[in-house]
C-alpha cells in the first residue's frame, strides 16, 4: 500500500473513532463501537484501494458513522440482540436496498447517499463471503 493510502486510511479511521462518542447511550456501547468500527475497517481499506474518490470516501465514512449509529440504537432497544456478533449484526443492517432508518437525515440527497453507502457495504460484505477461486 502507498503512504498516501496509509495516510488516508488513519484519517478515516480516526474519523470513525471520533464518532463513537456520538453513538453511545451506556458505557457499554462504547465496546460495541470499537467494535463496529474494526469491522468497517476492511470495507474503507477496499474503497482506498478501488480509487474511489476522496470526497466520496470521506461520505462513505459519514454514512458508516450513521450506520453505526442505528445499529448502537437498534441494540439499546433490543437488548437480545446484543448476544450476536458485531459482523452479523452489521450485515443484517445493510442490503440491496441500503440500510436502516437514520434519524440524522434530514434531506432526501443524504437519505440516497447513506442508502449507498450501505448497498455497496453491502456487496462488499457478499464478496467477502464468496468462495475464493
Known amino acids: 500500500m502507498l503512504r498516501t493510502q496509509e495516510y488516508e486510511l488513519q484519517e478515516y479511521y480516526a474519523e470513525l ?5 456520538h453513538w453511545v447511550f451506556s458505557k457499554a456501547d462504547l465496546v ?7 469491522a468497517f475497517k476492511p470495507f474503507i481499506d477496499d474503497l482506498v484501494a478501488h480509487s474511489v474518490r476522496k470526497q466520496k470516501l470521506h461520505e462513505h465514512v459519514e454514512n458508516l458513522c450513521l450506520l453505526g449509529n442505528e445499529i448502537i ?8 440482540l446484543q ?3 458485531v459482523k452479523q449484526l452489521i450485515a ?7 440500510g436502516p432508518y437514520s434519524h440524522a437525515l434530514d434531506s432526501q440527497t443524504a437519505k440516497l ?3 449507498d453507502t450501505c448497498r ?3 456487496e462488499y460484505l457478499e464478496r467477502q463471503t464468496q468462495p475464493k477461486h
Open 83 to 85: 448476544s450476536l456478533p
Open 17 to 21: 473513532s471520533d464518532w463513537v462518542e
Open 113 to 115: 447517499s447513506y442508502d
Open 120 to 122: 455497496s457495504l453491502h
Open 32 to 38: 460495541y463501537g470499537q467494535q463496529i468500527i474494526e
Open 73 to 80: 440504537r437498534t441494540l439499546n432497544m433490543n437488548t437480545a
Open 92 to 98: 443484517d443492517s445493510v442490503d440491496e436496498d441500503g
